[in-house]
T-cell receptor, first 109, second 115 residues
Framework: KNQVEQSPQSLIILEGKNCTLQ??????????LRWYKQDTGRGPVSLTI?????NTKSNGRYTATLDADTKQSSLHITASQLSDSASYIC????????FGAGTTVTVRA | DAGVIQSPRHEVTEMGQEVTLRCKPISGHDYLFWYRQTMMRGLELLIY????????DSGMPEDRFSAKMPNASFSTLKIQPSEPRDSAVYFCASSPRSGQVYEQYFGPGTRLTVT
C-alpha cells in the first residue's frame, strides 16, 4: 500500500478559479513534505518544502499547508492559469523520498 | 547553471540489448538519485549516491540493473539485458546538503522504450 495517497486523481477547472489538492501520508518517521509540479514530458519541479514544524508555505499562487498530527497536507492554487495544467505530486521524506501518484490538473480557458 | 543533464532523451532498443543512461548532476551537489516513472507505479527511487558512493540500492529491480558514479560529475544507469517491462521514463536528480532540507533537482528524463 502506498504510503502517500493523493486526491482527487484528476480535476478540471476554469482559468481564474481556485482549487485545492489533498495528500494523506503514513510515512514514518516524518521529516519533510514536498509538493512538486510535473509538466508533461518534463522532470518534476519543487514548489514547496515543509518541515514537520511548519504549517504553511507559499510560492506565488501556490500555498501548501501541513497538519502533522493528522498527517494531511493540501496544495491550494489561487487564480489558476493555463500554465498550471500539470501533475502535482505530494512527496514525503528526507533524502529517500516516497511519492504520491499525483493529481492531474487541467485548466481550461 | 544548466541544471541536471541527462542523455539520451529518448532511447528505443530491442529486448536483450544493453542500455546505458547517463547523468551529469549540478556542480557541487553531494547527492545523486536515479528514479523510474511509469503510469502503473509512478515515481520510484532506484538508487542514490552520496559523494560518489552508493548508499541505498534497495530500489533496483534486479541484477540486470546497475549504476555507477565514477566521479562527482557523471553517473550511469545500465540495463543488461533489457526487457519490455523496463520501458519507462528514467530521471536523474541531484541534491546539495543544506541544513535539514535536501532539495532535489530533477533532470528532463530519458524515455526508454524496449520492443
Amino acid at each position: 500500500k502506498n504510503q502517500v495517497e493523493q486526491s482527487p486523481q484528476s480535476l478540471i477547472i476554469l482559468e481564474g478559479k481556485n482549487c485545492t489538492l489533498q495528500c494523506n501520508y503514513t510515512v514514518s518517521p516524518f521529516s519533510n513534505l514536498r509538493w512538486y509540479k510535473q509538466d508533461t514530458g518534463r522532470g518534476p519541479v519543487s514548489l514547496t518544502i515543509m518541515t514537520f514544524s511548519e504549517n504553511t508555505k507559499s510560492n506565488g499562487r501556490y500555498t501548501a499547508t501541513l497538519d502533522a498530527d493528522t498527517k494531511q497536507s493540501s496544495l491550494h492554487i489561487t487564480a489558476s492559469q493555463l500554465s498550471d495544467s500539470a501533475s502535482y505530486i505530494c512527496v514525503v521524506g528526507d533524502y529517500k523520498l516516497s511519492f504520491g501518484a499525483g493529481t492531474t490538473v487541467t485548466v481550461r480557458a | 547553471d544548466a541544471g541536471v543533464i541527462q542523455s539520451p532523451r529518448h532511447e528505443v532498443t530491442e529486448m536483450g540489448q544493453e542500455v546505458t543512461l547517463r547523468c551529469k548532476p549540478i556542480s557541487g551537489h553531494d547527492y545523486l538519485f536515479w528514479y523510474r516513472q511509469t503510469m502503473m507505479r509512478g515515481l520510484e527511487l532506484l538508487i542514490y549516491f552520496n559523494n560518489n558512493v552508493p548508499i541505498d540500492d534497495s530500489g533496483m529491480p534486479e541484477d540486470r540493473f546497475s549504476a555507477k558514479m565514477p566521479n562527482a560529475s557523471f553517473s550511469t544507469l545500465k540495463i543488461q539485458p533489457s526487457e519490455p517491462r523496463d520501458s519507462a521514463v528514467y530521471f536523474c536528480a541531484s541534491s546539495p546538503r543544506s541544513g535539514q532540507v535536501y532539495e532535489q533537482y530533477f533532470g528532463p528524463g530519458t524515455r526508454l522504450t524496449v520492443t
